[in-house]
C-alpha cells in the first residue's frame, strides 16, 4: 500500500472537515417549512399557503363570484388572524408578511367572505394546513 503524500493528504482532510461543518450548520441552522396549499371546500375558487422563509401567508381568490379569498390562521397565542384577498378575483396571490418567532407552528385553512364588512363564510373553508416559521 502506498502512502499517500502529505500535502494530499492534508487538503484531503481538509476538504472532509470543511464538508462536515456545511453540513452541520445547513441541519441546525434551518428555518421552518413551508405549509402545503390548500383549498376551499369546492376545491377550486381560493387557495392559500404558508411560507416559512420570510413568514409569508398567501391568498389567492380563484372565482369572479363577488365574494373575497381569505386565509384564517392562528398565531402563536392561538388567536385567529385573517389574510384577506379583497382585490378581484384571477390575478395572482395576494401577499401578507409577518414576523413570527421562529419555531413557531403555523396552522390555517382558505375560506371565502366579505372583505366589506370582514363577514367569513365558515362553511366554505376547505382542509387546514400546516407550517413552521
Given at each position: 500500500?502506498?502512502?499517500?503524500?502529505?500535502?494530499?493528504?492534508k487538503l484531503l482532510g481538509v476538504t472532509i472537515a470543511s464538508?462536515?461543518?456545511?453540513v452541520a450548520m445547513s441541519t441546525s441552522a434551518s428555518a421552518g417549512s413551508d405549509g402545503p396549499v390548500v383549498v376551499d371546500s369546492s376545491g377550486y375558487k381560493a387557495r392559500g399557503v404558508f411560507l416559512s422563509y420570510g413568514d409569508h401567508i398567501r391568498v389567492s381568490d380563484d372565482y369572479a363570484d363577488g365574494k373575497s379569498a381569505v386565509v384564517l390562521w392562528n398565531d402563536p397565542t392561538g388567536e385567529e388572524r385573517r389574510?384577506?384577498?379583497?382585490?378581484?378575483?384571477l390575478n395572482g396571490m395576494t401577499d401578507c408578511n409577518?414576523?413570527?418567532q421562529e419555531g413557531?407552528?403555523?396552522?390555517?385553512e382558505v375560506c371565502l367572505?366579505?372583505?366589506?364588512?370582514?363577514q367569513v363564510h365558515y362553511s366554505t373553508c376547505g382542509e387546514s394546513g400546516w407550517?413552521?416559521?
Open positions: 500500500m502506498q502512502k499517500v503524500p502529505h500535502k494530499i493528504g464538508l462536515a461543518v456545511t389574510c384577506w384577498d379583497s382585490n378581484g378575483a409577518y414576523n413570527l413557531a407552528y403555523v396552522h390555517y367572505g366579505e372583505y366589506g364588512s370582514r407550517g413552521y416559521a
